[in-house]
């Protein structure tokens, strides 16, 4: 966050240059031989220790040349596996997610509001409080 501009464009920025110093306390690197925190989107996967499966390959974007070998391998096999009469072997495509494709079935539904008033009020007139006044 860097905040204002010095040049005068159209949209007029009226915050100064260290607007981010000013919010968060932290000045701009202004050492260019530091380096910057790893962004979020970069396209190297980081090692998380919980997250499994992958190889190296998918760390330098040659994933793609994994998965042609896997498709080309599932190929090789489903011949052998036709010929026997087997059934197919899963895709090794990612976007291929036969489970997310099923009918998900709610646990919830939504309430009867008409009938939920209806009913409390009938137990409300039921439930009146009449006046115990002996004048009247």
């Known amino acids: ?14 915050y100064p240059q260290n607007m981010g110093k000013i919010i968060t306390g932290y000045s701009n ?10 962004p979020l989107n970069s396209n190297l996967r980081s090692h998380v220790v919980a997250q ?3 190889s190296f390959l998918n760390d330098f974007g040659l994933g793609d040349l994994l998965l042609n070998y896997y498709k080309a391998s599932d190929f090789g096999k489903n011949i052998w596996h ?14 291929h997610q036969p489970e997310l494709r099923k009918d998900i079935k709610y646990d919830h539904t939504t309430a009867d509001v008409p009938k939920y008033y209806e009913v ?9 409080l009449t006046s115990q006044n002996p004048e009247s």
């Not at 860097?2 to 464009?9: A, E, I, L, M, P």
């Open 1 to 14: 966050m860097r905040g204002g501009s010095k040049s005068n464009f159209s949209y007029g920025c009226k």
């Open 29 to 38: 690197n202004s050492n260019p031989f530091l380096p910057d925190p790893n």
């Open 52 to 54: 499994k499966g992958g």
């Open 82 to 95: 036709r010929y026997n009469g087997n059934k197919k072997l899963m895709s090794a495509e990612p976007t």
């Open 120 to 128: 409390s009020t009938g137990k409300a007139v039921q439930n009146t």
